[in-house]
């Protein structure tokens, strides 16, 4: 507005005096070139005239002298030129304003959440608060976002969350949480904003600095959130888990049940075969929970469903068997190759896979843009001869750590274009970047946003999530409604997508769930699915229990 203004006392004053000197220049032009006096009211007359084309009157029989004609020419110039500048300037925002898209300036909500900036991770957020029917508020700076939100039914509100006002105005002092997801420094300042009135919900702030984490929760964050860590450690945690024979990775479900992603190495001895041909379940005693197939989640896959290797099983058992399991998941080819991890990107992410596999005791190779301490190649991830410097031709895995998907889709499309053997594990920012990566090679990729957006909806909804940096959600969450039912009854997969793994009662786990199995009052339903399907059993189960959730602990990996 105040730059509006600037322009517009500008513009007036250079309209002005423009005026002023052509009214001057007429009154002299005809008194020393046509010998014809004129009155500055009389010479001013003809000025406004002629700038606002409304015709001159008997004057235009005067002009006969060439300097008096130039005059007229330079006057009726200026005036087009004064008035096609004020279309862009004034008219068209003035009009662009009128009939723009108006949106709300305050809103009217109790226990809700309000999400400062709308990112990849707080979208995927507010598809599970609307699952639960938990109302969300938007504050987001950039006014053709927001607008596209207001056409999308998200209630949002066009402003800066790092102002007070602003947040009174999305309801602060009756919101359940306030998400801040801007940047370091902007989240920051929403955090002191948040908590300096006497109404102070939850804060749950984003950092990709962990070295600023601290600054956050001094300016009064409740929760601070580094996902590229916590990503960065589960690739790397994927790196050791290829190399080494155990299941390192798995999700400890009780003393005798774990769940572990198992990527399908070519040229094992499941690639090619059906599930029901690979016999996992007769050979391991392993339960196939669901599978991704080229990134595309099935629960549970189908008996004629076929194995390849782009396949990740998502299997449960015991450790011994999830070990025999992997085996029949690996190739000989990959087994013989023992070369460095070459890690692509060395951001914050790839900068804590490089440190794990080093500390792990394996040789680690590092290909940036950014020639700095720890690069090993200064290049480009995505060039065939930067990858072939780093010794893409041993490497026993490759690790695409990078910022941008689309460079990290076509890093693996070159990779496997040099080396079709070796594995490729990628970090996506985005989820809808998952499934094209998966066609373009990778083995395992796990998306920035899922890890994120698993962390809010935890903490938001007082979920007891299992585990944050898998491609699926395993979550323990009591069985509510469908007490009394048996799991036939219940038919929870078909009507969610979810598999039940286990049930904790009395202390004990239950792995072996018959359809005639009952669900009893007090019982803790263990179930695993995508993101979406078990925010969809939770709604089910009734949704989150406020007392629960203002009682929730942390998540444990932030």
């Known amino acids: ?60 029989g005067a002009w006969t002298a060439a300097p008096t004609i130039a005059l007229m020419v330079a006057m009726q110039f200026s005036a087009v030129f004064f008035i096609f500048m004020a279309l862009p300037l004034f008219v068209s925002p003035w009009l662009e304003e009128t009939f723009s898209t108006t949106l709300p300036d305050r809103v009217d909500r109790e226990d809700h959440v309000i999400v400062c900036a709308y990112t990849g991770r707080s979208r995927m957020l507010l598809d599970e608060l609307a699952l639960v029917d938990l109302e969300a508020v938007v504050i987001e700076q950039d006014r053709e976002v927001a607008i596209d939100l207001h056409g999308d ?16 105005a999305a309801g602060l002092g009756s919101a359940r949480a306030v998400v801040a997801d801007v940047n370091d420094e902007a989240n920051a300042s929403i955090a002191l904003a948040a908590k300096a009135g006497d109404a102070a919900p939850q804060v ?13 929760r001094y300016a009064g964050a409740d929760e601070v959130f580094t996902p590229r860590t916590l990503i960065g450690r589960s690739l790397a945690s994927k ?20 769940i572990v992603e198992l990527p399908v190495q070519p040229g094992s001895d499941l690639s090619g075969r059906t599930i029901a041909e690979s016999g996992i379940r007769e050979q391991t005693g392993v339960n196939v929970v669901g599978a991704w197939f080229r990134g595309e989640f099935v629960s549970p896959p189908s008996p004629e469903a076929r194995i390849d290797d782009r396949t990740v099983l998502l299997v449960a058992g015991e450790e011994s068997q999830l070990e025999q399991l992997k085996a029949l998941t690996l190739s000989d080819k990959r087994r013989l190759r023992s070369g460095p991890v070459i890690v692509g990107g060395l951001g914050e992410v790839g900068t804590t896979v490089e440190e794990a596999v080093t500390a792990a005791g394996y040789e ?9 301490p720890g690069v090993d190649v200064v290049g480009d991830v995505t060039n ?12 026993s895995i490759v690790v695409l750590a990078l910022s941008d998907d689309t460079d990290a889709i076509f890093a693996t499309l070159a990779i496997r274009q040099l080396d079709p053997d070796v594995e490729v594990i990628a970090r996506a920012n985005k989820t809808d970047s998952v499934v094209k ?17 698993r962390m809010l909806a935890s903490t938001i909804l007082g979920e007891e999530m299992l585990t944050y940096d898998q491609q699926i959600a395993v979550v323990r969450t009591p069985a509510g409604p469908f007490a ?20 904790e009662r009395d202390g004990t786990l239950r792995t072996e769930l018959g359809p005639d199995f009952e669900l009893s009052d007090g019982d803790e339903v263990i179930v695993a699915g995508s993101d979406e399907a078990v925010t969809s059993f939770t709604a089910l189960t009734g949704g989150p229990d406020p007392d629960a959730i203002a009682d929730a602990d942390a998540p444990a990996d932030q």
Do not use: W
């Open 1 to 60: 507005m105040e730059r509006r203004q600037r322009r517009f006392v500008l513009y007036a004053g250079a309209f002005v005096g423009m005026i002023l000197f052509y009214t001057l220049a007429y009154k002299v032009a005809l008194g020393a070139f046509e010998n014809q006096y004129r009155s500055f009211l009389a010479s001013l007359l003809v000025v406004v005239e002629t700038f606002t084309t409304l015709g001159y009157g008997t004057d235009a």
């Open 153 to 168: 039914d998200v209630t949002v509100i066009h402003g800066d969350p790092k102002s007070r006002e602003v947040l009174d």
């Open 204 to 216: 749950l702030t984003f950092v990709e600095d962990p070295d600023v984490a601290e600054y956050h």
């Open 239 to 258: 790196v050791t888990t290829s190399i080494e024979a155990g299941v390192g990775d798995a999700v400890e479900i009780g003393d005798d049940l774990e």
């Open 364 to 372: 680690c190779r590092t290909i940036d843009h950014t020639d700095r």
């Open 384 to 395: 065939s001869e930067h990858l072939e410097a780093a010794g893409i031709g041993d490497a």
């Open 437 to 453: 990566l998966y066609q373009a090679g990778a083995d395992y990729v796990l998306a920035l946003s899922t890890v994120s957006g």
């Open 484 to 503: 009394g039912e048996t799991l036939a009854e219940a038919d929870i997969r078909a009507r969610t997508g979810v598999t039940v793994v286990a049930i």
